[in-house]
């Protein structure tokens, strides 16, 4: 799209400001004198012809223009001194008062010499009282520069450096100056009477050609524009060249007198042969440019941009066009004609503001700040039929009101009681309704307003259930439809074989593919959500996969970094792009369906391996494999802290269970758990709280308690009766080195300081063992080089052959006697001091949890 990038901003930005104060001068002054009549008459009638002076056509008997002599075919040429012509009302006339008495040059036929007659003048008739729809109709054209003016300057001052917006707001700025001024000439001050009349000729002379050149190139070349491309510049040209003469004329000497003089040399048809004659060349070939691209243009987002404006420009200019056709024909003027005659086709004209604003926000006609779009958007959407309410329950009551006062005057003290009852009343109604209808109109515009907590918690109790990749593929796919509201979605997960596959209604070429595949390899090196923008370099690569129209990716990575799975989106159906928020949502659950692709893995390679292996050694093995890989491979890097961890089994496998959380943002979880019992049972039994801790971590710090709750509820559900597990759970927060923990009936923790030992004592009761369970948070502080230290009861209760366990003493004293040593070293030399203690075969799971404060301070 061309922009004026060769002009600087700043004068972009003053030339719209003038342009701008010119333009709201323009309306403010039409808004104040909108429905002016004069308040004094002479009682004649005068002929629709262009001349320097008024024909009369009609004298009513009796008025003060009959009594002063005038006659049918006199010519008016001043009142007071002041040229008086077809297009004005004399100052004298429009500031006069009933009584005061004027002096008319008059010029009669047959008569050598023109000659002047007093007259006095008389108040103006008045008018009938409009009918309650009339009023409603006077009301809109009283404001119908208004939608022209706001919707015009909205988009040029956010597209200043667009030369679209520049046309859009000089085409808007000719359809306000169509308002009529020229009779007000009497009325304004000198300085007014130039501003005002000045302005009406330059900017509606120009009004046709704007038009063509608007619609001749946006959204793209029309074909007319494309055969003549000159043709919008000759049109501008004679606009400008005929009209900008008369401007001066005006200017300078501040009435209509001169040019009205001058055109009228041409005679009164021949003028408006030619005015119409270029104003019908403009509109109509604008029309055919508009409608050609709607139809012709190349691609749908093109085709997309016009749709709106065609219906909407069509529907407003073409009633215009057709009664001033009629009036051109007639050799009549327009506004003699009937009161709907008139008045319809000019508020016709009110739909060509209000289908572009519509065509900007919904459809993108011209890209303007996205974040401004989903405001006026969301604000339409969720606001909007509350203000509707409260517009139609004042309309009500006006309408009431006037209509009490017309039919019924001699009740017209109860018109505006009974208005405002109506008005209430609607307002009431239309209340009670109001949240069901804003929903249909959220899923209407897809601007349903999605909670990532929420969204988040849903997946997390929901997975647990999805046994098979189907399940998950299904789960992710409504979940991600729902929040955001893609057109295409293919979820694709890697199989047995290697390759990728989907279950969604894709073309059969791309429903696998091939682990090969390039685009595979960087998502997988990339990490995270990646909205499409492609280049030269990247567009083979991502060749196989445009049937679904990619505009992000989203990888679904395990603990180790391979890639198990892939989300492909296509655009939303709101055609916005994803944003930040949309792209952390994103990956957000594709955390989750990666832990939950990886238990599923997990559970088949358990499961296909127990079957097919059944001899207890073989059984052994495989559990301890999967065992093993449940528990963290790698720990998140911290500033105030180090850590370490290790678990030795008793046997082949255990019910011990630790875990470090990544729960981003500085902070991380200590979790250590040791499930009643041992041996096979007590390994289903950990993998099954893992699943459960792991699947809620990504929530686990917004809120703490119902977290605990939900996997004591899932544990209780999941497991029999008699099966519980103890457990330490403690959030780090690398910041202000606070540790908030819950201890679920687990040997207390200790943490080492220099001088003394602080226990974290229990906070809860066990999990698994009772439905309804509550927990109480904790929180303590670490300082530098203080050592916190969990472990399960095969540390504290490995006996010596005389009988005495090591116990909190035996463990205290072993991190003492190393407190200048890494956390490795710690929790090397812990678990050395108990094989010492206790020599000989391993009673019980030795699992242990060392984590010491470093000496740096946070940045």
């Known amino acids: 799209m061309l922009k004026f990038s060769s002009i600087p901003r700043r004068w972009l930005a003053a030339i719209a400001i003038a342009f701008s104060v010119l333009l709201i001068a323009y309306t403010g002054v039409w808004l104040y004198y909108a429905g002016w009549m004069p308040p004094t008459q002479m009682g004649v009638e005068s002929k629709a012809e262009l001349t320097p002076f008024i024909t009369l056509k009609r004298v009513a008997p009796g008025s003060p223009a009959s009594r002063a002599g005038l006659k049918v075919g006199d010519h008016i040429l001043a009142v007071n001194g002041y040229p008086q012509h077809v297009m004005t009302v004399a100052p004298a006339i429009a500031r006069g008062k009933p009584g005061d008495v004027v002096t008319l040059r008059v010029e009669r036929p047959g008569v050598e010499q023109p000659f002047d007659i007093s007259l006095t003048l008389q108040a103006s008739e008045s008018r009938p009282r409009p009918t309650t729809a009339q009023w409603v109709a006077l009301a809109l054209i009283d404001c119908y520069p208004l939608p022209f003016l706001v919707v015009g300057l909205l988009v040029l001052f956010l597209r200043l450096e667009d030369r679209n917006a520049w046309l859009l707001a000089l085409l808007f700025a000719g359809f306000i100056a169509a308002a009529p001024v020229s009779f007000l000439e009497g009325v304004f001050s000198p300085f007014l009477r130039r501003f005002m009349l000045s302005l009406m000729i330059l900017l509606g002379a120009v009004l046709p050609s704007t038009f063509y050149w608007f619609f001749a190139t946006f959204p793209i070349s029309s074909p007319l524009n494309r055969r003549w491309p000159n043709l919008k510049y000759v049109l501008t040209v004679l606009g400008l060249g005929c009209s900008l003469p008369f401007a001066v004329m005006t200017l300078i000497t501040g009435s209509m007198e001169l040019p009205v003089k001058v055109l009228s040399q041409l005679g009164t048809r021949t003028f408006y ?3 119409s004659s270029y104003e019908y060349l403009g509109f109509g070939l604008g029309l055919v440019s ?8 190349p691609t749908p987002n093109d085709r997309r941009k016009t749709q709106v404006m065609v219906w909407g420009t069509v529907v407003g200019i073409a009633p215009i066009m057709l009664a001033s056709a009629v009036a051109l024909v007639q050799h009549r003027v327009f506004y003699s004609y009937p009161f709907w005659f008139v008045v319809t086709p000019i508020i016709a004209l009110l739909l060509l503001p209000l289908s572009f604003a519509y065509a900007v926000v919904k459809h993108r006609a011209l890209e303007i700040p996205v974040l401004l779009k989903r405001s006026a958007r969301y604000f339409l959407v969720q606001r909007g039929f509350l203000l509707v309410i409260l517009l139609a329950g004042i309309g009500a009551t006006l309408l009431l009101a006037h209509a009490l006062n017309q039919y019924f005057p001699e009740r017209n003290k109860m018109a505006v009681p009974a208005g405002a009852a109506l008005g209430i009343f609607l307002v009431w109604g239309g209340t009670q309704m109001e949240s069901r209808v804003t929903r249909r109109l959220d899923r209407a515009f897809f601007r349903s307003a999605y909670d990532t907590r929420q969204i988040l918690i849903d997946l997390a109790a929901k997975t647990r259930n999805a046994s098979n990749r189907e399940q998950l593929a299904e789960l992710l796919r409504q979940q991600i439809d729902e929040a955001l509201h893609p057109s295409t979605l293919a979820i694709y997960f890697r199989q047995s074989n290697e390759e990728f596959a989907t279950t969604a209604d894709v073309p059969p070429a791309i429903r696998t593919l091939p682990s090969t595949l390039s685009v595979l390899e960087h998502m997988r090196e990339r990490g995270q959500t990646w909205e499409i923008v492609p280049t030269a370099g990247e567009a083979p690569a991502l060749a196989i996969l445009q049937p679904l129209e990619p505009e992000c990716l989203v990888p ?12 492909v989106l296509g655009p939303r159906r709101s055609e916005e792009p994803y944003s930040g928020e949309d792209r952390r949502l994103l990956d957000s659950v594709a955390n989750q369906a990666g832990v939950a692709l990886e238990n599923i893995a997990l559970a088949e390679g358990m499961a296909e391996r127990i079957e097919a292996e059944r001899r207890a050694r073989q059984e052994m093995d495989i559990a301890r494999q999967v065992q093993s890989k449940l528990l963290p491979q790698k720990a998140p890097v911290l500033k105030t802290i180090e850590y370490a961890g290790t678990c030795i089994q008793a046997r082949a496998v255990g019910g011990d269970y630790y875990d470090f959380l990544d729960l981003g943002e500085g902070r991380v979880g200590f979790v250590l758990a040791d499930v009643a ?12 709280l893992q699943a459960h801790l792991r699947s809620q971590s990504a929530i ?5 308690t119902q977290t605990l709750e939900k996997v004591n509820r899932l544990f209780f559900e999941s497991t029999e009766p008699n099966n519980y597990a103890t457990l330490f759970i403690g959030v780090y927060e690398d910041e202000t080195r606070r540790l908030r923990y819950v201890n679920c009936g687990h040997n207390p923790p200790v943490i080492v300081r220099q001088k003394d030992v602080e226990r974290l004592c229990a906070t809860a009761t066990v999990l698994g063992l009772f439905d309804e369970w509550q ?3 904790a929180e303590t502080e670490l300082a530098p080089n203080d050592i916190l230290a969990i472990c399960t009861d095969g540390v504290l209760e490995a006996a010596n052959p005389a009988g005495e366990e090591f116990g909190e003493e035996g463990l205290v004293k072993a991190l003492r006697a190393h407190h200048c040593q890494s956390a490795h070293v710690l929790l090397d030399s812990v678990i050395a001091a108990v094989q010492e203690f206790a020599p000989g075969d391993q009673a019980d799971d030795i699992t242990l949890l060392v984590a010491k404060a470093k000496q740096c301070e946070v940045s």
């Open 775 to 777: 927990c109480n948070i």
């Open 700 to 704: 686990v710090t917004h809120d703490f």
């Open 273 to 275: 042969f030619l005015l």
């Open 556 to 567: 679904m990575l395990g603990r180790e970094g391979q890639l198990l799975g892939l989300a």
């Open 290 to 297: 508009l409608i050609s691209n709607s139809v012709m243009a």
């Open 677 to 688: 019992g041992k041996g096979i049972s007590a390994a289903l039994l950990m993998a099954n």
